[in-house]
DNA sequence: GGGCCTCATTCTGTCGACAACATACAATCA
DNA sequence: TGATTGTATGTTGTCGACAGAATGAGGCCC
């Protein structure tokens, strides 16, 4: 039996990743207020913890301080999504980038496997986890520990409007789903090809798409 | 005479700000350890304030937490400048383009009072601050929120090598000056021009030069 | 009946205290 | 002497408590 390196978790990681998880997937309305007390006591936690949470999700996008020191969900705008995609132009080129220089065989293979997954993608928030999950590898691969962070608030700020604009269960069209598999087969054979800059450019180009296809899904809410 | 609204100040911004102005100006050595206890006593207030300001610097890229928790102030690497500088490459484009889209005459306005400030500047710490002044005010103009949020995390981390390199003191050359001077005037009229994609492009120029400038300062470390 | 005042509630910002843990050092034993 | 143990100190993570501010309800006066 070998033994793993024990690690210590605080209170205050495991309600960060907990209450992230909740606000992404929409436990709580877009603009309704967290108080410290009431999450503390349905977490059976201090307010201390949360707190540090609170401020860790604040610098990552997840919830907003009023001008009263509040803390509330933000209600993502059109003008949001926009800065976010206006970042995305410019993030995702630099993580295409960089994969293509440093990535390995295993991530080939998770992409790979991703792909395959994508393809039997029924709803919007499959394909948009997924879809999240294979960037997130891309960028981790291409280990710039900043531009990771600067991209997964970008990524659950992306999740939080999906589900503001009551998208996530709406089902695909086929069509959605080939041009992102498709998509996708060629940024990973661009990253596996190991050229940088045709690797950026494609990137520029996914996003672009990306964002062109969303007025389509946004036509027809509710599905 | 107008009445401007009060802010209420919280001890932890006071803190916030203090500290991170005390850590880029290398109050603190690198790889120094910055306990709690010893930061409440020395600026007068408890433990409380002063965590939640180093969550905040942590998410900042001033200080980091080692695995037993304690707080230090990193010890920016060539591969941490090599990160800044590639996200840089991503992100002063982008930011620019912005700018040229929606900078108004004030804008201009500061930067050429900028640029001429810059023309007496006698150190590599006045060039440094002019310059991420020079930025900010591009940034600002950009009206994305995000944007500024990933480029002031950059804009400190950069302050921090600088003092961590101890090149605040070092003489500029002539060169070095006109260099950004005209570099700066050039990104001026092409923002000022109201073409962005001219505007991103001469952006990542002036990037890359400056990347390129480096090696001659770091060469010759104590002006 | 409408406007104003008071009060109760709730929340945030801050504080001091305690336990768990890590580290360094002194003491002990083979 | 060298390794090990015990101890003392310092630090973090967490907790409960309190003061000040904001908010809303309810009563009161005109």
Redesign the pocket.
């Known amino acids: 039996m070998s033994l793993s390196r024990v690690r210590?978790v605080?209170?205050?990681?495991?309600v960060s990743s907990q209450l992230s998880r909740a606000i992404v997937a929409g436990d709580f309305p877009a603009g309704s207020?967290?108080?410290?007390?009431?999450l503390?006591a349905t977490l059976?936690?201090?307010?201390?913890?949360v707190?540090?949470a609170l401020i860790e999700l604040e610098l990552r996008g997840l919830v907003e301080?009023d001008p009263?020191?509040?803390?509330r969900v933000p209600t993502l705008t059109p003008a949001d999504l926009q800065e976010i995609h206006a970042l995305r132009l410019a993030i995702d080129p630099l993580a295409a980038s960089l994969a293509a220089e440093h990535a390995t065989a295993d991530v080939f293979a998770a992409l790979e496997a991703n792909i395959a997954a994508t393809k039997d993608a029924k709803t919007l928030a499959d394909v948009s986890r997924l879809d999240a999950d294979f960037h997130d590898r891309i960028v981790k691969s291409g280990r710039n520990r900043r531009l990771m962070l600067c991209w997964s608030g970008l990524r659950d700020q992306v999740e939080l409007w999906l589900t503001q604009m009551q998208l996530r269960h709406q089902a695909i069209t086929k069509r959605t789903r080939q041009q992102t598999v498709d998509s996708h087969n060629k940024l990973l054979e661009v990253i596996r090809s190991g050229d940088p800059k045709q690797a950026a450019a494609l990137a520029g180009d996914h996003v672009a798409g990306w964002i062109e296809l969303l007025p389509t899904v946004t036509a027809v809410p509710k599905g």
């Not at 605080?10 to 495991?14: E, F, R, T």
């Not at 207020?33 to 009431?38: I, T, V």
């Not at 059976?44 to 913890?49: D, F």
């Open positions: 210590r605080s209170l205050a990681h495991s207020q967290l108080s410290e007390p009431s503390a059976g936690v201090s307010r201390a913890p707190r540090e301080f009263q020191g509040h803390t």
